[in-house]
């Protein structure tokens, strides 16, 4: 009955200004979502690739800005080798796969996070999807990689530090220092979505979320879809941005 159908009408948020320019995504959820079906680990965070694949296309689709995704904190590297190899092995797959699609389906690339660490492979691979993504306008996809916002403040702080010594001490208000992050030139987060049941923000995007909405949900990643989403973006449409404000 049309009383009923869930029409293109009943996303508020696509057809105001609710949309957010930028959501934000803690995938949490892929061991658990691995677990429950007898797998290894490593095979949730295969699902969890491929949920992200589809999202940002979501994403894009909807005409947001920039979609950022956590996939390895700067603590991360206390897993299990084996997992730690399998999540490198998934990025460079998916650098590798972008590197062919991303001027055809006009997606930029970021690496957001301490990329020294990382083998030579996957860092020549950013290296090519940095150069193709500054050649290309559109939607923004920010992967975290060796990412930790506690490790981020620090690194910016250093930068304050040498500005310090420079006599520039009072000269240097938030949006200069946002321009020490890794996320420089990106607007903050509107919305930031934590899959899998957890309320924490484990480290992730400390500076940047100062007035983001979060939103959470039982879902794990690999489980995540275009109708979990829409439920997000229904929540945010329904919230009121004060900013401190009345
Ligand atoms: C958290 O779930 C997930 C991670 C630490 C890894 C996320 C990585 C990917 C989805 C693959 C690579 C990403 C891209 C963008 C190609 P968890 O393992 O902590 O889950 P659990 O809490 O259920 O154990």
């Not at 009955?1 to 930028?22: I, Y």
């Not at 930068?159 to 208000?173: H, P």
């Not at 039982?218 to 329904?238: G, Q, T």
Request: negative net charge; contains cysteine; hydrophobic residues 35%.
């Amino acid at each position: 009955m049309a009383l009923f159908s869930k029409s293109k009408n009943d996303k508020a948020w696509q057809a105001g200004n609710s949309l957010p320019k930028h959501v934000a995504i803690i995938m949490d959820g892929n061991g658990r979502w691995a677990k429950k079906r007898g797998l290894p680990r490593t095979a949730g965070h295969s699902a969890g690739a491929e949920t992200f694949r589809k999202i940002a296309t979501y994403c894009k689709d909807l005409g947001m800005d920039y979609l950022t995704v956590y996939a390895f904190s700067t603590e991360n590297w206390k897993r299990p080798q084996e997992e730690v190899d399998a999540i490198m092995q998934l990025l460079e797959k998916y650098l590798l796969e972008s590197i062919e699609k991303m001027e055809r389906d006009g997606i930029r690339l970021k690496i957001l996070g301490d990329t020294e660490p990382l083998s030579d492979k996957l860092k020549a691979l950013i290296e090519r999807t940095d150069k193709i993504s500054s050649e290309i306008n559109g939607f923004q996809a920010n992967i975290c990689l060796n990412y930790g916002g506690r490790d981020e403040i620090i690194k910016a702080a250093r930068k304050y530090a040498q500005q310090v010594a420079e006599g520039r001490a009072n000269d240097i208000d938030e949006k200069e220092f946002s321009s020490y992050m890794y996320s420089d030139g990106i607007p903050d987060p509107d919305l930031i979505i934590r899959p899998s049941g957890e309320i924490r923000t484990s480290n992730f995007l400390l500076w940047q979320s100062a007035y983001s909405e979060y939103y959470f949900t039982d879902v794990l990643w690999p489980d995540f879809d275009e109708a979990e989403l829409d439920k997000a973006l229904d929540a945010y449409s329904k919230r009121s941005r004060r900013y401190g404000g009345v």
